[in-house]
């Protein structure tokens, strides 16, 4: 679904870099799921198509789920002030960031484990935001080595969960420079494993533990048994945690249920010093909730910010980033903030920007679009949140993002 450049449509995007365009022929989304009209449908697609398990660790949150509704509601909390008799045919949805200027203000949020809700999901996830030219930050966590998805997307970032110990530490940075990464982002709200029984109550684990529920779960999804789960082994063997370490790590599916994650308990600013010494690219520090923590970051060297509760993955009750994020800006007017958790419409993404973001960052969403039809159902969906967020930046009388405030938004029942 191409975004036009006409009064009536969407605004077009940037000139692609020749890298960028190369890369993207036009993909067709299965004639059977052309019902997908928004991110939420991709969400209900997905349930239908993956293992119950499977699912359950991509949805799911912590606990009661607190924060995970938190950062829904939290965007519902904001209503918005529109301006008329703008003339909006020249609008565009493009947008500035880091030293790159992007199609559309969003990016693919780092996901673990998509390689086993989509066939080679990081690659197409990295491949569709080359095409579509937006961010995709990859996941630590991943199935797929790192040094294929920078390959396969040269500019993609990528997100690193700290080892325990310093040597580690370095070994890891120094191998995600070798990859040839510019982009770093140092996972900051992850220094014990969270409390995710609602995983274990569906069946999930990492590693994975076989089971005849487990069985039963994929013989009962065929496309995905067949499709994902044993087309992964036949061409590429048993999945393993590739780039949580410099060494390969555990396998996806294991008698032994550990997974081998370093305990950072014990990690602070100081080793974040060191990574910022040796890393010569841009830093962004990702699960920061506290502006003071955000001025901290700023002042160890971080080049931006990325306000997060991780999706509601880890510290149940924990604020919704929306909320703080105009606290955070204040604090760090220097180096652009970004947010996500919670976004799934464009109308979330311009309440974000106009708070103060200057970029927001999807994740089930695009892991969803992923499972379901590949390539070309991220592509889909990146180009339904364009158009969502280039139709209402037209109703609200704007034509750029730069021109969005606190003045287009009112809190709602105020």
């Known amino acids: 679904m191409p975004i036009e450049s006409s009064a009536a449509g969407a605004a077009a995007a940037p000139p692609a870099s020749p890298r960028t365009a190369a890369a993207a022929p036009a993909l067709a989304l299965p004639v059977r799921l052309g019902h997908l009209l928004s991110l939420d449908d991709f969400e209900e697609a997905a349930r239908r198509h993956l293992p119950r398990p499977v699912f359950a660790y991509i949805s799911g949150a912590v606990e009661r789920n607190q924060s995970l509704a938190a950062n829904r509601d939290s965007y519902a909390q904001y209503e918005f002030v529109p301006r008329v008799l703008v003339d909006i045919s020249r609008r565009s949805t493009a947008a500035p960031l880091l030293g790159r200027r992007y199609a559309a203000p969003f990016g693919i949020a780092p996901m673990g484990i998509s390689a086993l809700s989509a066939y080679r999901g990081d690659l197409v996830q990295a491949q569709a935001a080359a095409a579509g030219n937006v961010p995709m930050v990859m ?16 500019d993609a970032w990528f997100q690193a969960y700290l080892p325990g110990d310093e040597p580690n530490i370095v070994a890891l940075i120094e191998r995600v420079r070798a990859a040839g ?4 982002v140092i996972t900051v709200d992850t220094p014990v494993s969270s409390n995710r029984e609602n995983n274990v109550r569906a069946g999930f684990s990492t590693p994975l533990r076989p089971s005849l529920r487990l069985a039963w779960d994929g013989l009962s999804h065929p496309r995905w048994l067949f499709g994902t789960f044993l087309k992964t082994i036949a061409l590429h063997g048993m999945p393993h945690f590739e780039n949580n370490f410099a060494h390969r790590g555990a396998p ?10 370093s305990e950072r308990g014990h990690l602070d600013w100081q080793h974040f010093r060191t ?13 920061i909730l506290d502006a003071r923590d955000a001025r901290l970051a700023v002042d160890h060297g971080a080049d931006g910010i990325i306000v997060s ?33 919670g976004i799934r419409r464009g109308s979330d993404v311009l309440k974000a920007l106009a708070l103060g973001a200057k970029f927001v960052f999807v994740g089930r969403p695009f892991n969803y679009a992923a499972a379901v039809a590949g390539e070309a159902g991220v592509r889909h969906a990146i180009a339904l949140l364009q158009q969502e967020v280039s139709r209402n930046m037209a109703m609200l009388g704007v034509n750029s993002l730069s021109e969005l405030d606190a003045s287009y938004l009112r809190k709602a029942g105020a």
């Open 139 to 154: 996941s630590g966590s991943s199935l797929i080595r790192m040094e294929e998805v920078a390959r396969a997307n040269p």
């Open 275 to 287: 990574i910022r010494r040796m890393w010569p690219g841009q830093i962004v520090v990702k699960g």
């Open 309 to 341: 509760n991780h999706g509601g993955r880890q510290l149940d009750g924990a604020v919704a980033p929306l909320r703080v994020l105009p606290q955070v800006v204040a604090a760090c007017p220097d180096v652009p903030v970004m947010i996500d958790s």
């Open 252 to 261: 996806i599916l294991s008698q032994d249920v550990v997974r081998d994650l």
């Open 181 to 184: 990464f510019r982009t770093l």
